[in-house]
C-alpha cells in the first residue's frame, strides 16, 4: 500500500478535457491526400472517412474511446531521473523534453489510467506518438511498471496502446534497459493471472515491438499500422532491396502470425470487451442456454408487441 | 445439386424420379403425391439398408463427402461471440487449422479445429485441410492461452493429415506436433476433442489427446489413409479397399478398441443429408461432455486424461 501512497497517488484529472482546437480547420489525410473537415475527423476518431485510413491518436483520446463511459482516472507518472547521460544533439535533451511536455501536456510519453471497460477493472498504458516519437525511455518504462503493479494490485485487465519509434536514444543504454524491465512488468500482470492485452497502433517499432509489445495474451492490432522491428529505410539499405508493398503493416503481421486480429477503430471497444468477457466471465450467467443460437437477434427481447 | 456417392446410385435413381414428378406436378397440375410418398419411403428404406452396413471403405467415402458440414459450419450454428485468434508468433498464420474463442451452450472455451475449405479457392487457401507446423504452433499458444484462464478446450478434428511438405519439414512438423500433444496432455481445464469427418494420423492427434474423445458415426480415425496404407503394403493404391476394412478405422472399431469414448449418430444418409441436424448432434454432445468436466479439479482432469491414453492398447478388438 505503500508503494500507491507514494508512487501513484491516484489523481482524478478533468476526465473529458477538450482541446482547443479551431473547430473550422481542415486536415489532410496522409494515405489518399484528400482534405477531410477536422470536427469531421475528429468525429470519426480520426479514421479518414474517404479512404479509412487510420491516423494517430492522443493517449487521452484513445482513453476516452475505450473506457466505459468515456472516464477514467489518470495516475501520476512516478518521478524518475531526467537526463540521466546530460545528452545533447543539436539540441538539449533537456529542452527537448521540457519542449515535448509543452507541446503535449503529458510528462512524458505515456499516459496510464484505470477504470472500466464493460464494467470489468482496466488499467491501460497508451503511447503519446506526439512526445518525441512515443519513444520509451526510463520514465515510460516506469509508466509500463507502474500500470502492472497497478493492474495486479486491482485484479484488473492491463492494456498496454504502444504507438512508438522505439527506445530513446538520448537515454542511452538506460532506454535499451526498459526492454527487460516491461517484459518483467507484462509478465507480472500474467503471473498473477490477468489478461494482458496490447493494442498495437502505429507505429509499434524498435525497442518497443521487440519487448512487452509483442508479449500480450491478445494481440490486436489497428489496419495499416506499422509494426516490426527494423526500420523499413534502415533494411533497404542493408539488402539493398525495395521492399515488397504492405511490409511492416498489420495485415501482413496478420498473415505472418505475429498478431491475433486487425480491428477497425470502431470496432476497437466491442472487440475488447467481447474477448476480456470470453476469457474472464467463461460460465454462462443464466441458468439455461439454448445451444443453438437464437434465429433473430432480439427477438426475445422484444417481447409481444400487444 | 446433390452429390452421390458409389453406394448411392439406387437412392440417387429413385430421387431423381421424385424430382421428376415433381416437376411434372408443377407442370400440369397433377396429383402425384401418393407416388412421392411411396418413392421417398422406398428412398429411406434403401437409405436404412445402406447406412446401417456400411463397409469401412464406403465410410471413408461418407467421411469424405464435399457436403458434409465442416468446422466453420459448426462455429456458425453453435458458437457464440467467435472471435477468432490468429497466428503462432513464429512464423505464419495457417488457414488450414482454425482457432478462437467462443461461447459453446454459454461455456467461453478454446476453439481449435481443421477446415478443409468449401469451394475451389478455399480448399487452396485453406490447403485441403492439412495443416503446416504453424498451424500446430497456433494450437499450442491457443491451448496455453486456455490453460492460463482456465477455459475449456474444444477440439473439432477434420484433416486428410498434416501437411506432407518441403516447407513443413523445413520448419520441424513433427516437433510442431509433438509440442502440440505435450500441450495437449499437459493443459489442466476441460479438453473434449471430436472427430467430424476424417481423423487423419499425427495431425488429427496433435489437436485429439482429450479427456474425452467423440466421433461422428460415419467419420474414420486412421494412422494412415487407406490409400497410404494400400500403396506400402499392398503397393498398390487400388486396394484402398481392403485396407481400410484392415485398418479398423470406423467410429464402431474405435469404440471397441477404447481409442474413443463415444459416437455422435448421424441422421439417416450420413451427416450431409441433415447438416443442421448433425451440427446439433455434435454440439450436444460436445456440450453434455463439457458440463460433466467443467468443474473438475484441474490436476484430476490432466491425470484422468494422461492415464486414459496410457490405457490404450492393453484391450484389443
Ligand atoms: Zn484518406
Known amino acids: 500500500m505503500n508503494w500507491l501512497t507514494n ?111 464493460g464494467r470489468l477493472p482496466v488499467v491501460i498504458a497508451a ?109 533497404e539499405e542493408t539488402i539493398r532491396e525495395k521492399l515488397p508493398a504492405g511490409f511492416q503493416r498489420s495485415e501482413y503481421l496478420l498473415e505472418h502470425g505475429m498478431v491475433d486480429m486487425v480491428v477497425h477503430r470502431h470496432q476497437l471497444r466491442d472487440t475488447v470487451i467481447r474477448t476480456l468477457k470470453l476469457i474472464l466471465q467463461p460460465t454462462p450467467t443464466a441458468e439455461i442456454v439454448p445451444l443453438l443460437k437464437p434465429v433473430a437477434d432480439g427477438a426475445a427481447a422484444s417481447g409481444p408487441a400487444s | 445439386m446433390t452429390h452421390y456417392l458409389d453406394f448411392e446410385k439406387p437412392i440417387a435413381e ?48 461418407v467421411a469424405r463427402h464435399p457436403e458434409r458440414p465442416h468446422f466453420v459450419d459448426y462455429v456458425e450454428a453453435l458458437i457464440d461471440e467467435w472471435t477468432p485468434l490468429a497466428g503462432d508468433r513464429l512464423f505464419g498464420e495457417d488457414a488450414a487449422l482454425i482457432g478462437g474463442i467462443g461461447r459453446l451452450a454459454g461455456y467461453s472455451c478454446v476453439i481449435l479445429g481443421n477446415e478443409k475449405g468449401a469451394d475451389t479457392d478455399d480448399r487452396v487457401k485453406r490447403n485441403f485441410g492439412m495443416a503446416r507446423p504453424e498451424g500446430y504452433r497456433k494450437a499450442q499458444r491457443l491451448m496455453k492461452l486456455a490453460d492460463r484462464f482456465r477455459l475449456p478446450v474444444v477440439a473439432l478434428v477434420d484433416t486428410p493429415g498434416a501437411y506432407p511438405g518441403i516447407d513443413a519439414e523445413a520448419r520441424g512438423q513433427a516437433e510442431a506436433i509433438a509440442r502440440c500433444m505435450e500441450i495437449c496432455l499437459a493443459i489442466r481445464v476441460p479438453f473434449v476433442a471430436a472427430v467430424i469427418g476424417e481423423g487423419g494420423s499425427g495431425g488429427a492427434i496433435a489437436i485429439a489427446a482429450a479427456n474425452r474423445v467423440l466421433m461422428l458415426e460415419h467419420s474414420i480415425y486412421s494412422v494412415i489413409s487407406p490409400e497410404g496404407c494400400a500403396s506400402i503394403l499392398w503397393r498398390s493404391a487400388e486396394q484402398a479397399k481392403e485396407a481400410a476394412e484392415a485398418l479398423r478405422l470406423t467410429a464402431q472399431d474405435l469404440l471397441k478398441l477404447g481409442v474413443i469414448d463415444s459416437i455422435v449418430p448421424e441422421p439417416l444418409g450420413g451427416a450431409h443429408r441433415d447438416r443442421g441436424r448433425t451440427i446439433q448432434a455434435v454440439g450436444e454432445a460436445v456440450a453434455r461432455n463439457l458440463r460433466e468436466l467443467i468443474g ?15 490405457e490404450m492398447g492393453r484391450q484389443g478388438l
Not at chain 1, 480520426?46 to 483520446?61: E, M, T
Not at chain 2, 452396413?53 to 467415402?61: D, N
Open chain 1, 7 to 117: 508512487f501513484i497517488r491516484p489523481k482524478i484529472k478533468a476526465l473529458v478535457r477538450k482541446t482547443d482546437v479551431p473547430e473550422n480547420l481542415w486536415d489532410k489525410c496522409p494515405s489518399c491526400t484528400k482534405m477531410i473537415f477536422h470536427r469531421d475527423l475528429e468525429a470519426n476518431q480520426r479514421v479518414c472517412p474517404h479512404c479509412g485510413h487510420h491516423l494517430r491518436l492522443k493517449a487521452k483520446r484513445r482513453l476516452e474511446l475505450l473506457f466505459d463511459d468515456g472516464t477514467f482516472t489518470c495516475i501520476e507518472l512516478p518521478k524518475t531521473a531526467t537526463d540521466p547521460l546530460r545528452f545533447r544533439d543539436q539540441k538539449k535533451y533537456s529542452d527537448r523534453l521540457k519542449d515535448a511536455r509543452d507541446k503535449t501536456g503529458e510528462s512524458d510519453a505515456i499516459v496510464v489510467a484505470h477504470g472500466t471497460i
Open chain 1, 127 to 235: 503511447f503519446d506518438f506526439d512526445f518525441m516519437g512515443g519513444s520509451m525511455g526510463i520514465a515510460v518504462g516506469e509508466g509500463l511498471v507502474a500500470a502492472a503493479k497497478l493492474a495486479t494490485l486491482q485484479q484488473a485487465t492491463l492494456i498496454a496502446i504502444p504507438s512508438s519509434g522505439g527506445a530513446r536514444m538520448q537515454e542511452g543504454i538506460l532506454s535499451l534497459m526498459q526492454l527487460p524491465r516491461t517484459v518483467i512488468a507484462a509478465e507480472q500482470v500474467k503471473e498473477a493471472g490477468l489478461p494482458f492485452i496490447v493494442i498495437l497502433a502505429d507505429p509499434t517499432t524498435g525497442g518497443v515491438s521487440a519487448s512487452f509489445a509483442m508479449l500480450g495474451d491478445i494481440a490486436i492490432a489497428e489496419p495499416g499500422a506499422v509494426i516490426g522491428f527494423a526500420g523499413a529505410r534502415v533494411i
Open chain 2, 14 to 61: 429413385l430421387e431423381g424420379k421424385i424430382e421428376e414428378l415433381r416437376r411434372l406436378t408443377s407442370d400440369a397440375g397433377v396429383n402425384i403425391a401418393d407416388e412421392v410418398g411411396r418413392l421417398q419411403s422406398k428412398v429411406d428404406k434403401q437409405l436404412r439398408s445402406a447406412y446401417g452396413k456400411l463397409t469401412a471403405w464406403q465410410k471413408v467415402q
Open chain 2, 296 to 310: 473438475q479439479d484441474g490436476g484430476v482432469l490432466r491425470m484422468r486424461r494422461r492415464e486414459k491414453f496410457l
